[in-house]
Nanobody, 122 residues
Framework: QVQLVESGGGLVQAGGSLRLSCAASTKGFSITAWGWYRQAPGKQSVLVARITRGGDTNYADSVKGRFDISRDNVKNTVSLEMNSLKPEDTAVYYC????????????????WGQGTQVTVSS
């Protein structure tokens, strides 16, 4: 199984920056892509950014130009650099990892972290 541990959330003023990090223990799985989702109160979770093992990225329109996702395939970590934060970025942020079984190539699933709170004050 893949276990994810997130860190880096907190409280920041509008216009400020935060960096979220996520580390994975993979135990027989290979991570093919990472993602960051967020869920605001009363809303569904939405994809914020995603990066493949090869480095291809995609971002939600609302964060393009402000957020930057990066990964380290050797250390099995992913980070989300968040700049020019806005109050509407307030949410619980979840790290995800799309993982394939090393022993059974046909088996894959997406692991989720426990979430970290990001609060942006106006």
């Amino acid at each position: 199984q893949v276990q994810l541990v997130e860190s880096g959330g907190g409280l920041v003023q509008a216009g400020g920056s935060l960096r979220l990090s996520c580390a994975a223990s993979t135990k027989g799985f290979s991570i093919t892509a990472w993602g960051w989702y967020r869920q605001a109160p009363g809303k569904q979770s939405v994809l914020v950014a995603r990066i493949t093992r090869g480095g291809d990225t995609n971002y939600a329109d609302s964060v393009k130009g402000r957020f930057d996702i990066s990964r380290d395939n050797v250390k099995n970590t992913v980070s989300l650099e968040m700049n020019s934060l806005k109050p509407e970025d307030t949410a619980v942020y979840y790290c995800t990892a799309e993982a394939n079984s090393v022993a059974l190539a046909s088996y894959s699933y997406t692991a989720w972290g426990q979430g970290t709170q990001v609060t942006v004050s106006s």
